[in-house]
């Protein structure tokens, strides 16, 4: 340690000396005098380190050590789960959240989530009720199912479906279908985990109904298709279809079981996309069993819905794992929510999912030249440009589907794009975009109507400072 550096080590006041100072002395009355002496601890420890670094050099500033202090604080209010501005043009973006809320459906959640409800409480009669009431009906007639369960995500239905029909017996399914399903889980391993024992048929690329046929016997519990949702396989392939595959096991006397993955109610061909089987079309084909996501194509909270045959899924709902996978009252008020809106025939106006999805070009034109006009507006240091984009579903929904965008994108002059895409994560409100040639991309399709004014307001902090 030379002589600048124990000069400098030895500028640094003691805890309680600096949290006398006026500014944290307020600061301990917004929170705590614990919480500010922490953050003054945590910032003499950074102060001290960069001295012994020799990355340091100036002398001890008493109003800059205040500000650290102060950013410290500010930063462990905002918490480390955070709201993010998704620019991406992905919808349902895995990493940011997937489906996002109306302001709507916010108000409904909190309004349950601040107060009691009767998640368990029958007001009719004033006795105990059953969780899973106040979605069942809603499901079935969106659906056409007898009863309908809703689990912590599509996994777990998979997995309760399993170890309640098909436990210690073979669950038949084609090699094709053996998809992971994001987070490096996959299928087979659901199966196992459920006790059941996996009879794979067929081959990656063609399976035939008669390889399901040829191998059902005593051991046999179920017949299972699971749907592609996340990957595409083209050219030489053969499928069995749900209706084929339900009426071979209607034959048997067995279930036909459809993991769907992402749930549909709406045929997506009505938005000029391709057409992607509803829940609806599952049951109506003859499966007994269908799961699905709550969180993807359906745009509401992370759930896992069960739908089908009352005998099928009362065994389900007297199963000890049920317990484990149960939802709390937030997620339920929320799939209520994004459930009645379907039934009402509001979707497209209240699910944000599905608005991204319904987008047409020129509605994504229009978006993208308001974007545009406010950036021009607050006249930021920045090369703008309007530009048509490709935006995606995301998800592990619909993999080669390409929705035509529109995006506006920013070049700053000796500041590379990655620089920029970096400093608008750490902004006040993150902004998440992509990079394209070399320009940071601003794709509207994400982006929500109240949160121009503040990507505006993030964007010139950023170029401004």
Not at 225 to 245: C, D, M, Q, W
Not at 291 to 298: C, H, Y
Request: aromatic residues 4%.
């Amino acid at each position: 340690m030379n002589e600048v550096q124990q000069k400098l080590l030895r500028q640094l006041p003691d805890v309680d000396h600096l949290l006398q100072r006026p500014r944290l002395l307020k600061w301990q009355e917004k929170t705590s005098r614990k919480a500010v002496r922490d953050a003054v601890r945590a910032v003499l420890d950074r102060r001290r380190q960069a001295i012994l670094d020799g990355q340091a050099t100036a002398p001890f500033s008493a109003d800059a050590f205040d500000q650290a202090v102060i950013a410290c604080l500010q930063h462990e209010k905002t918490g480390h789960l955070r709201r993010v501005i998704n620019a991406t043009g992905t919808i349902l973006h895995t990493n940011l959240g997937r489906s996002v809320f109306s302001p709507e459906l916010a108000r409904h959640i909190a309004d349950v989530s601040c107060h009691y409800s009767n998640l368990e409480y029958d007001l009719p009669s004033g006795k105990r009720g059953l969780r899973y009431d106040h979605v069942r009906s809603l499901i079935c007639d969106l659906t056409g199912a007898e009863d309908a369960l809703v689990v912590n995500n599509n996994a777990a239905a998979v997995l309760l479906t399993l170890a309640s029909l098909t436990a210690g017996r073979e669950v038949v399914i084609s090699r094709g279908e053996l998809v992971e399903i994001g987070g490096s889980f996959r299928i087979p391993e659901v199966i196992e985990q459920s006790g059941s024992t996996i009879c794979e048929v067929g081959t990656t690329n063609k399976t035939h109904l008669r390889d399901y046929e040829k191998v059902i016997g005593e051991k046999t519990a179920a017949l299972m298709k699971v749907h592609t949702s996340n990957y595409r396989i083209i050219g030489f392939t053969e499928t069995v279809s749900p209706a084929a595959l339900a009426e071979l096991a209607h034959t048997y006397d067995l279930p036909c079981i459809h993991d769907l993955g992402s749930g549909l109610f709406v045929d997506l061909e009505r938005f000029g996309l391709p057409h992607e089987p509803t829940v609806r079309e599952a049951l109506e084909a003859g499966c007994d069993v269908v799961t699905f996501s709550g969180d993807k194509l359906l745009g509401g909270p992370q759930a896992g819905i069960i739908a089908g045959k009352a005998a099928y899924l009362q065994t389900m709902k007297h199963h000890p794992l049920l317990r484990a996978l149960r939802v709390d009252k937030m997620t339920m008020a929320c799939l209520e929510g994004t459930l009645q809106a379907y039934r009402n025939d509001t979707a497209r106006r209240h699910i944000p999912t599905l608005r991204c999805l319904a987008q047409t070009k020129e509605e994504g034109r229009q978006r993208a030249v308001q974007l545009l006009l406010k950036l021009e507006a607050a006249q930021l240091p920045a090369d703008l440009e309007l530009i048509e984009v490709d935006d995606c579903i995301g998800g592990g929904a619909c993999p080669d589907v390409s929705l035509p965008g529109w995006a506006v994108t920013v070049k700053v002059e000796d500041r590379p794009p990655e620089k920029l895409a970096e400093q608008l994560r750490f902004t006040e409100v993150p902004i998440i975009a992509r990079i394209v040639h070399d320009r940071v991309v601003l794709s509207q399709r994400t982006i929500g109507d109240d949160e121009f004014d503040d990507l505006v307001r993030m964007l010139g902090r950023v170029l401004n400072s």
